[in-house]
């Protein structure tokens, strides 16, 4: 194989190097854009069935192209439904181009596609969502997520994704199971209803007790000792404490059925 020389890479748009005294670059669907070039009737077929197309340029001409698909995970179609029965909208960003995007939105029934945006407008189309009124979680793995993970209102980063995507992040999956995100979203609502519950055993003893060993009825004849007030205090931490501990009782298992 021949050496390459003066390598460089442009994030989106694709890779060059000089190579026996050629200019070779290889890239998707913007590098035809940047280049003025077009191959639609050759590879138009290949991006309807879901594969992203990289072209192949030697001193600004095409020379080849390549069909690269990846499996879609079954975990992500069922990811996907048991969002939409929680009535999220699922939104995809990708830099892919826009017939790849809707052949994979079709077939995983995403809600709305934002194909062929670049690595830095990914944040903005994030915003963008946002001005709309909507509450966005995010969820990325790579660096080019970072900033748009930074600026959802929750930011979910792989974890086995790239240090800067997780540094931007809320909350970092332990796995890169789709489903994980579900069971994000079941600890969230888990842990409310625990800070409510916890909230009023706390006010029931504050708003009963406190009054009751101040004396408040004792024009009437009755005064709570101040050991069972303290009694009852503790009483009301240890409930506080063990009601949190029924946390550990909720299935957060992706594959659970």
Known sequence: MPSASGFSANPAVGVSAKVE???????????LQQESL?????????????ATVLHILVDGSVAGALKLADDVRPESRVAIDELHERDVQVVMITGDSEAVAQAVARELGIDRVFAGVRPEDKASKVTELQDEGRKVA???DGVNDAPALAQADVGIAIGAGTDVAIASAGVVLASDDP?????VI???????RKMRQNLWWAAGYNIIAVPLAAGVLAPIGFVLPMSV????????TVVVAVNAQLLRRVDLRSDRD
Do not use: F, I, N
């Not at 005294?21 to 590098?31: D, E, F, R, T």
């Open 21 to 31: 005294g050629k200019q070779v670059h290889v890239g998707g669907p913007s590098l």
């Open 38 to 50: 077009d191959t639609r009737d050759v590879t138009e077929a290949w991006g309807k069935d879901g």
């Open 138 to 140: 995010m969820v990325g």
């Open 179 to 183: 489903r994980s995100v579900l069971s």
């Open 186 to 192: 079941d600890l969230s609502k888990a842990t409310y």
């Open 229 to 236: 007030g303290a009694l009852l205090m503790s009483a009301s």
